[in-house]
């Protein structure tokens, strides 16, 4: 009989296989988590947006201790143009309140926090080592090899958690190859500014509670593209994520995207006088539901963002990560019980999934990439109507009210035609219904 | 065979900014890394124990967050780890520095068995002395050998190693009983590739914490207060402007370099 | 630590460095800078060595200035090995109790000097670059660059004696200054069945005998000059303006020149008059050592390449086609 050297190996230590490692370390399940970095988190040196729920599930209360940078009381969706913006968002009390929604963190210490959890709950983690490929046998993952010399691992199950680029969901076939349509790049930065500036350039009171800026609009040119400002303690994190494809038809970098973004007249003075700390690009997988492939097979599950499972219209992916890591290590503690990892075994997994808010939510929302897709001007069109609307109204230059309101619906039906106008209205009610 | 080997965690150097305004180092972010000749010394250390069996121990000194320098030496094949960690020794020189060391590893000793070799870096990166090495040596009363590059023959039963170590001018070969302490240069060796085996059993190995308390470090002998030499001011050194750039033809280019740098020759004497 | 009677603790003490029969000049510039403290404290720089036959070197430390010569002789402590050397050295000091003791911070005085102070308990400041007297309590002021040159720090040492530090070489000036040195000869009894340590082989290569810190004109050659043949062309400018050539790490780490020529971080810190960096990105490691040269010259194929930060003069271009255009035309204007 070959060697067993764990249980189960996990692939990447990001917030899907931290979570999974938590669960199984918990249940005394020999387990590692093999990750290619110097360390959980390192390379995730930016800033993002962490829901609190999913972790409090398996961890109570762990807010109180984590590294944490701010708690979210407001939300805004801006929607942009050359010269104006549109602005909508909830900012709510409730939000103030502990437990708290989400918070703003750097992942490189929130990650780096999270493992030491995972490992003083009995887990492994390997650092700097990459998988190379699975081992297959008779058609059963039976373990992985790794770039180290004595390299191989193996154990009952292997669970991928090793991010959007998921060379393992890929090499066993699970995954297609990601086309450009399916992913978006970001591209972000750490703009460090002092506490008291933040707090009043945002409007809030403290250095402990935070403002999100979701940004979109006709200003990105057509290109589907959702640029970001979270509020850290003594830094904002700015970014700019456009779908891939449109990066390529429009020849644009980018680089240049995000400097252009930096410049808006609304979003410059936001920034004014920081200095840029950190940088960096990485891809979002965008695809949603019919992107997500099928999550496991024999003595494998895929969790994360390696099952691209981002909830692109939310900004959600870490919860989503969280919640499946959790989800494939109760599969396997369940299939162990059986002493069965087959795949009919784990596909209680998949059941698990459609079952829970991860994959319920990004079905919800599942016609909506291919719908963007084909009318960019969704993108453009209708925000820039808004925003020309809104500026109209609250213009006043002499022109009657009821005089304006004609002038809109005259535009309305000049530009899209009435009749193309309900036809996109009742699609997007029914791809968002 | 068992090796000690001195470690200390560093800013890596390449990542530490300067604050002209304020005249300090920015660290914030800067990853900390082992002094990377440490880490040739690790691999010196646990090449010696792959040929000749035996035990490799590493003892850093440091804050608390040090501990994942120690998990690097286990990653890069270290048996046992001990982290020196007490409020005591903050601001220790180097006297002070290579005092705690010299007591911290009685501990190592008493713990894990008597050493053949010490091993330390030539140099911190940080603070670039280059005296922690021999202070150790000294209060063990050991031969030193710096600036090591090659080490030419172990000989486990007459207690001897030979060495070659750079001079100003070449090399020079000596031998020494053991034990002995040997500071190490990059040229040393390469850092191989550690297996997984040593990933996995270091991530399995506890990092040995050691203060003032569970040793019998002499608190009266280490920390700022007990350090000889004191840092009166930290300064940056003043900024280099960027300068111009010449442009123009080949010709051109040389031309105005030679007009440009022609005083500073008359200066030194060349036309 | 030891409570010291620090009043005892007299005169400047300059550590004469010596290699086959010969002074490192380091130690003449110490006696220079030493008179300069000495006066200001209002005492004596005096020289002190230890070897088989160190007498001879009376008239020339005189010439710089050392008013005693101190010195050890013995045939075992003929060739430089620590400990030998230190315990005789500890000997003068602990007898004679110099305020200050300075020693040139080469390959072999940092190796002696950690382990001196270590056994006086002394306090030493490392590889200073300048040298002061504190007016209002005459401490000696030592400052230093650490963090690779990015950290300058003033260091003093209040309550020992003596003030020990090594000092950078070319730092200072050695300037004759003649007298005539009292010599004190000491005897230290030491034999050799006593010293464990042998040395078995010394390998002096002359090309690799270099101090790049002697030079006042440096031409520096990186990756991109291409090939290890290609370094000739750093050789023959340096050899018009008189001064020496060095390279980057990766020019070391490729097998084109010895380490012993690499300038940087991990090679020498240099501060020629001109510095010409030659196909050198300009990475801090490498910036560290060179970055307090009075001018630094720069070519590099990349506009963006962060040499270029640091540059007096910057040349966009290839290297392979401006040093020998260098050559040629210096050649002619220095000739005459
Ligand atoms: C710019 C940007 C902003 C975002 N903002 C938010 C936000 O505000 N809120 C939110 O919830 N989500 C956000 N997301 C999404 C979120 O970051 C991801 O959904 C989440 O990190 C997925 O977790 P994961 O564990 O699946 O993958 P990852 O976090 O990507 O972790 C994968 C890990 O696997 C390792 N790895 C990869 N391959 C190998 C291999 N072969 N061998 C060993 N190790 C390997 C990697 O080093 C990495 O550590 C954002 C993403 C981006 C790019
Ligand atoms: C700006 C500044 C200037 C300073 N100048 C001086 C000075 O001139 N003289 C002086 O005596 N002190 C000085 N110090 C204090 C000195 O930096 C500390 O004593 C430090 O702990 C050791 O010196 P180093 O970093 O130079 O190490 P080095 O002596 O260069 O280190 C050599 C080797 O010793 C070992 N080692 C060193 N530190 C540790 C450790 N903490 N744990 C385990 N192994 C270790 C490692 O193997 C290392 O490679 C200075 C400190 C600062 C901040
Ligand atoms: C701990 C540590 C210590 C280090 N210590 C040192 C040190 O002491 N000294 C040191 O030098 N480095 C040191 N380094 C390495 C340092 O980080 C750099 O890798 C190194 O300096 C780069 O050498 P380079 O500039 O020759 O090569 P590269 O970075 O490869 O640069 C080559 C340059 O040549 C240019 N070029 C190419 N072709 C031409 C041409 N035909 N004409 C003109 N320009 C051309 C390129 O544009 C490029 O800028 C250290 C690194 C570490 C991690």
């Given at each position: 009989m070959r060697k067993k050297d764990f249980d189960v190996v996990i692939v990447g230590a990001g917030p899907a296989g931290l979570a999974a490692g938590y669960v199984l370390a918990k249940a005394k399940v020999n387990v590692a988590i093999i990750e290619r970095g110097t360390f959980p988190g390192s390379k995730n040196v930016m800033g993002g947006i962490f829901y609190r729920k999913a972790l409090d599930d398996l961890m109570p209360d762990f807010y109180k201790e984590a590294p944490l940078e701010r708690h979210i009381i407001e939300q805004k969706l801006w929607l942009i143009s050359e010269d104006s913006v549109f602005s909508t968002g909830i900012r709510s009390e409730k939000f103030n309140k502990e437990p708290y929604n989400c918070f703003s963190v750097f992942r490189a210490k929130f990650d780096k926090w999270f493992a030491q959890k995972v490992q003083e709950a009995g887990a492994l983690i390997i650092n700097e080592t990459v998988v190379k490929d699975p081992i297959v046998e008779n058609g059963k993952v039976v373990g992985v090899r790794t770039d180290r010399p004595d390299g191989d691992l193996y154990c009952d199950c292997v669970i991928a958690a090793d991010g959007v680029n998921s060379f393992l969901a890929k090499s066993l076939g699970l995954r297609e190859k990601i086309t450009p349509n399916k992913v978006a790049i970001a591209v972000k930065e750490i703009i460090g500014l002092p506490e008291n500036v933040i707090n009043d350039r945002f409007g809030v009171s403290n250095d402990s509670e935070g403002v999100t800026i979701e940004i979109t609009g006709p200003y990105f040119e057509g290109m589907e593209t959702m640029a970001f400002i979270y509020t850290n303690k003594n830094s904002v994190s700015i970014g700019v994520g456009t779908i891939i494809e449109d990066i390529i038809e429009h020849k644009v970098n980018p680089n240049d995207l995000i400097e252009k973004f930096k410049t808006h007249p609304s979003i410059a003075p936001l920034i004014a006088g920081g200095e840029t700390k950190e940088y960096l690009a990485h891809m979002i997988p965008e695809g949603g539901y019919y992107a997500v492939p099928k999550l496991y097979t024999d003595g494998f599950m895929v969790t994360g963002d390696a099952a691209m499972l981002v909830n692109s219209v939310h900004r959600e992916g870490s919860n989503l990560a969280i919640e499946s890591g959790k989800l494939a290590a109760r599969t396997y503690l369940e299939a162990r019980e059986k002493g069965d990892f087959s795949a009919k075994s784990l596909s209680a997994y998949q059941t698990k999934m459609e079952e829970s808010f991860v994959l319920k939510d990004l079905k919800m929302y599942r016609n909506l990439p291919h719908l963007l897709e084909e009318k960019r001007y969704l993108l453009t069109k209708y925000p820039q109507l808004i925003i020309d609307s809104m500026y109209n109204i609250y213009n006043v230059d002499g022109v009657s009210k009821p005089d304006k309101i004609k002038a809109i619906k005259e535009r309305l039906k000049k530009d899209f035609g009435y009749w193309n106008l309900a036809k996109d209205m009742f699609t997007l009610w029914r791809k968002l219904g | 065979m068992h090796s000690l080997v001195f470690i200390k965690q560093v800013p890596d150097a390449a990542q530490v900014r300067v604050d002209y305004e304020t005249g300090t180092l920015i660290r914030e972010g800067v990853p900390a890394i082992i002094n990377p000749f440490d880490t040739h010394a690790i691999e010196a250390a646990v090449q010696i124990k792959d040929k000749f069996g035996g035990s490799v121990s590493v003892l850093c000194m440091g804050p608390p967050m040090a501990d994942e320098a120690l998990k690097k030496a286990l990653a890069m094949g270290a048996d046992n780890v001990f982290l020196l960690s007490d409020?005591?020794?903050?601001?220790?020189?180097t006297l002070a520095t290579s005092y705690a060391l010299w007591a911290g590893a009685q501990k190592v000793i008493q713990e894990v068995g008597p050493v053949d070799i010490f091993w330390a870096g030539k140099q911190a990166i940080d603070g670039d002395t280059a005296q922690t090495g021999p202070g150790i040596a000294t209060r063990f009363d050991v031969p030193l050998v710096t600036y090591a590059v090659e080490i030419k023959e172990v000989d486990p039963q007459a207690r001897k190693i030979k060495i070659v170590r750079l001079l100003e001018g070449g090399t020079e070969t000596v031998e020494v009983p053991m034990p002995c302490l040997i500071t190490t240069e990059e040229t040393l060796n390469h850092i191989r590739f550690a297996p997984l085996p040593y990933l996995i059993k270091a991530a399995r190995t506890p990092v040995v914490l050691l203060n003032s308390s569970n040793t019998t470090i002499d608190a009266s002998q280490c920390g700022l207060k007990n350090s000889?030499?004191?840092?009166k001011k930290a300064f940056t050194p003043p900024k280099r402007e960027r300068g111009e750039m010449i442009e123009g033809s080949l010709d051109e280019i040389v031309n105005t370099v030679y007009a440009k740098i022609e005083p500073m020759l008359k200066q030194l004497g060349k036309v | 630590m030891i409570k010291q009677d620090i009043t005892q603790y007299k005169n400047v003490w300059v550590f004469i460095e010596h290699n086959e029969g010969k002074i490192e000049r380091v130690s003449l510039e110490l006696l220079s800078k030493g008179a300069e403290l000495a006066k200001d404290l209002g005492c004596e720089v005096c020289a002190f060595t230890v070897g088989d036959k160190v007498e001879q070197f009376a008239k020339e430390v005189g010439e710089y200035g050392a008013k005693k010569f101190y010195i050890i002789e013995n045939p075992v402590l003929k060739e430089y090995r620590t400990e030998p050397w230190r315990d005789a050295i500890v000997y003068l000091i602990d007898k004679y109790k110099p305020e200050v003791a300075l020693i040139g911070a080469t390959t072999l005085g940092r190796d002696l000097a950690g382990t001196v102070a270590t056994k006086l308990s002394a306090g030493l400041t490392a590889d200073t670059t300048a040298l002061d007297i504190d007016p209002s309590n005459k401490n000696l002021l030592m400052t230093r660059p650490t963090f690779g040159g990015n950290l300058m720090a003033t260091i003093f040492c209040p309550d020992n004696r003596p003030q020990m530090s090594t000092v950078r070489p070319g730092v200072f000036k050695a300037v004759k200054n003649p007298t005539k040195p009292e010599i004190i000869k000491e005897k230290y009894d030491i034999t050799e069945d006593k010293i464990v340590k042998k040395i078995i082989e010394k390998v002096q290569t002359g090309e690799e005998k270099v101090n790049l810190s002697f030079y006042e004109v440096i031409v520096a050659g990186g990756k991109?000059?291409?090939?290890?043949?290609?370094l000739k062309l750093l050789e023959d400018l340096a050899n018009v303006l008189g001064g020496t050539w060095a390279v980057s790490r990766k020019v070391v780490q490729a097998g084109w020149a010895p380490q012993s020529r690499q300038v940087g971080q991990t090679g020498q810190t240099v501060h020629p008059k001109i510095y010409i960096a030659a196909g050198i990105s300009g990475a801090v490691q490498h910036v560290a050592g060179m970055k307090s040269s009075d001018i630094i010259i720069a070519i590099n194929?990349?506009?963006?390449?962060?040499i270029f930060e640091v540059a007096t003069y910057g040349i966009v271009g290839d290297c392979l086609q401006v040093l020998p255009k260098m050559t040629e035309m210096f050649k002619q204007k220095l000739v005459k």
């Open positions: - | 409020r005591v020794f903050a601001g220790s020189d000889p030499t004191k840092v | 991109g000059m291409g090939k290890k043949e290609n194929t990349d506009p963006e390449a962060p």
